[in-house]
């Protein structure tokens, strides 16, 4: 490890280092605070979704940060503030395995959690869709992988092996290092990405290229496909609520019953519209929007009823909704 000098008046002065235990600086109350709240100074391009994760059955250990990255995959940062990092590695490799099946309607739950205990009054699946560059969830494309960041005031010689071995097997793990120096009464702190080495991690991209092209064939996969209509290019859940808002305002039905003559529930598998109360009360117990209820986006009939349409649509049922929009003369232009 280099020294770090200040340049002064043509002369070089060490700057000392310290250790985090000797300023006083604590591993979750200090340093996880810190790093949860500007998590790309170690993993850039990657969104906290919890703190403190221990949701599994028969097991008292905890994630201390559990974030997701640009490509949905489930990213596991462990941190510590020792001179060794001890066996974080091995901690590490357990939590990604237990966390490996998590879908994405239960990171958004588990999200959305974590979004209440820090008072933030964000809706979990609109800030993880926005962040991941989604329309709608696609749950076949979400965690292929799980990434570990281990982030320690230093790493032994034996974890850093182990690591390296771990990584030439196709894991993905990265070492980030936090040294402190004491200068003029401030701590500065040092980061470094010591493995695997910046310089060196566009060779070892090359070296896991069979295994990406596997996850490539995966989400080629992806369901792209959008719809024209009026003028307009909708994915599928919202192309049904612009023909159903579309059929509203040409019709202006009094009732509900008037509109499932026309679009019956049955098009679609658990229903196409709910109350909006009960609407509501789904959203409330599990915290994701499985209705339209913007303020635009209700159905509200002269008897006073408000109704909500289902925004769950996917390859396995907007055919049929397609097929019944056609019987009523609106033009649909499949877009690839």
Known sequence: MMAIYSFNENKLFKVE????????????????????????????????????????TGSQRRIDLLAIDKEGNLVVIELKRTETGEHME???LRYAS??????????????????????????????????????????????????????????SKELTTSVMWLNDRDLNIRCIRLIPYRYQNQILVDVQQIIPL???????IKIKQQSEERKEAKKSQRDYT?????????????????????WVSENNPKNIDELLRVFPQEIRKGGLFFPVEEAKAIYKRQSIYRHFLGEDEILTFSDSSQYAISNQWGKGNIEKFINQ?????YEIEEIR
């Open 90 to 92: 091995l901690q590490a």
């Open 226 to 246: 959008r719809y024209s209509f009026q003028g307009n290019t909708f994915n599928k859940r919202k192309l049904v609520l612009a023909v159903i808002q579309q």
């Open 198 to 204: 910046p310089e060196a991690e566009s060779y070892q």
């Open 325 to 329: 929009a056609k019987k009523n003369e």
């Open 17 to 56: 280092t310290t250790t985090f235990n000797d300023e006083g600086i604590l591993e979750r109350q200090h340093l996880q605070l810190a790093l949860k709240n500007q998590i790309n100074v170690i993993a850039p391009n990657c969104l906290v979704i919890s703190e403190e994760f221990s949701e599994w």
């Open 98 to 155: 237990m966390v490996s099946t998590l879908t994405f309607s239960r990171a958004v739950e588990i999200f959305q959690r974590y979004l209440k205990s820090i008072c933030s009054e964000d809706i979990a699946e609109i800030r993880m869709l926005e962040f991941l560059g989604w329309d709608e969830p696609q749950e076949d494309n979400f965690a292929l992988d799980v990434h570990i960041v281990l982030v320690s005031a230093n790493f």
